[in-house]
């Protein structure tokens, strides 16, 4: 049984010292990307939590107003409470907050992106999948040396080529090392990806 936090969700986990924040997509939830995360990283725990907004019955991580607007001051919010679970999470799970690695795809990368931007503090880096940038951060956030894989589509009618490209600047501009690899399809990811993000994790330290 899962202790009572303040996001539902599973955690499962691993023989590793590492920790991977599982971050689902839009109408996803805490168990959707499991069996994807356990695939590219074998051997560390994996803490997915549920998203805590609701869009037509779909959960999601925050809200947006039309496709592709995002409601910035519920992001803002929504991106605090998920930074304050991470290590409300390691002390019920004795787990090690300072070695959390987001691994998020859509709405979920792009919450993600929100906590690295706003609260670089929280996470030690993140596989970002089908990410933009979700806002412009008031500074440049402190990520010296964290590394960020960015997976984009090139034709992903959701994800903006430029918007890609500003996230990839804000992060890089905050000190985070940046890999942005674009593949030649849309919003969907490919076994080729998911190689790459298992690659990525592996050069972290993570098998």
């Known amino acids: 049984m899962m202790p009572d936090l303040s996001f539902v969700h599973r955690y499962v986990p691993g023989s590793s010292k590492f920790t991977v924040l599982v971050l689902h997509g839009t109408g996803g939830n805490e168990d959707d990307l499991l069996p994807l995360a ?3 990283v074998p051997s560390a725990n994996l803490l997915s939590p549920r998203g805590q907004v609701l869009e037509h ?3 999601r991580f925050f809200r ?4 592709g607007v995002f409601d910035e001051q519920d992001l803002k919010r929504r991106a605090k409470a998920l930074a304050a679970f991470v290590p409300e999470a390691a002390a019920a799970y004795k787990f090690d907050a300072s070695r959390v ?3 998020g795809y859509s709405n979920g990368a792009n919450i993600a992106a929100a906590v690295l931007l706003l609260h670089p503090g929280a ?3 993140g596989a970002l999948l089908r990410a933009v940038l979700p806002l412009e951060p008031a500074s440049p956030p402190s990520l010296e ?7 984009a589509g090139a034709d992903d009618p959701y994800s903006d080529r ?3 490209e500003a996230l990839s600047d804000r992060l890089a501009g905050g000190g985070a090392n940046v890999e942005l690899r674009w593949a030649q399809r849309g919003h969907e990811l490919g076994a080729d990806e998911l190689d790459t993000v298992r690659d990525w994790f592996r ?5």
Do not use: C, D, F, H
Request: hydrophobic share 50%; net charge positive.
């Open 57 to 59: 019955g779909m959960p």
């Open 38 to 40: 356990r695939e590219v």
């Open 145 to 151: 040396g964290k590394p960020v894989l960015i997976a």
């Open 162 to 164: 430029s918007r890609v």
């Open 64 to 67: 947006r107003l039309a496709m």
């Open 203 to 207: 050069r972290q330290g993570m098998q």
């Open 123 to 125: 996470l030690a880096g």
């Open 101 to 103: 690695y987001a691994l």
